[in-house]
Nanobody, 123 residues
Framework: QVQLVESGGGLVQAGGSLRLSCAAS????????MGWFRQTPGKEREFVSA????????RYSDSVKGRFTISRDNAKNTVYLQINSLKPEDTAVYYC????????????????WGQGTQVTVSS
């Protein structure tokens, strides 16, 4: 069992930056693919980014590519999402998730989820 806790969300102006963290407990993340998703009311959960267990392979959605950077520190059992050049359309609840499979954009492939952290971008 893996427990995931996100932090780092908040209210920021357009063009600003945030660094989201996802701390895990219960078991090591070192062999798990980690992903970030986001969701706004009335919409499906949207893939944002994912990283393989070693950190050597990453994947991003087209909407965040070049602005978001995912990374992980397996020694700290933590995954990060650096968000730069924020836009109002980035406003959402951001979730981290863990998967025992290879990198995937499908939420159904992730077994463990955090409770989410709110990111609000003002124009």
């Amino acid at each position: 069992q893996v427990q995931l806790v996100e932090s780092g969300g908040g209210l920021v102006q357009a063009g600003g930056s945030l660094r989201l963290s996802c701390a895990a407990s219960g078991r090591t993340l070192s062999r798990l693919v980690m992903g970030w998703f986001r969701q706004t009311p009335g919409k499906e959960r949207e893939f944002v980014s994912a990283i393989n267990w070693s950190g050597g392979t990453t994947r991003y959605s087209d909407s965040v590519k070049g602005r978001f950077t995912i990374s992980r520190d397996n020694a700290k059992n933590t995954v990060y999402l650096q968000i730069n050049s924020l836009k109002p359309e980035d406003t959402a609840v951001y979730y981290c998730a863990a998967s025992g499979l290879s990198i995937t954009t499908m939420p159904t492939s992730y077994n463990y989820w955090g409770q989410g952290t709110q990111v609000t971008v003002s124009s």
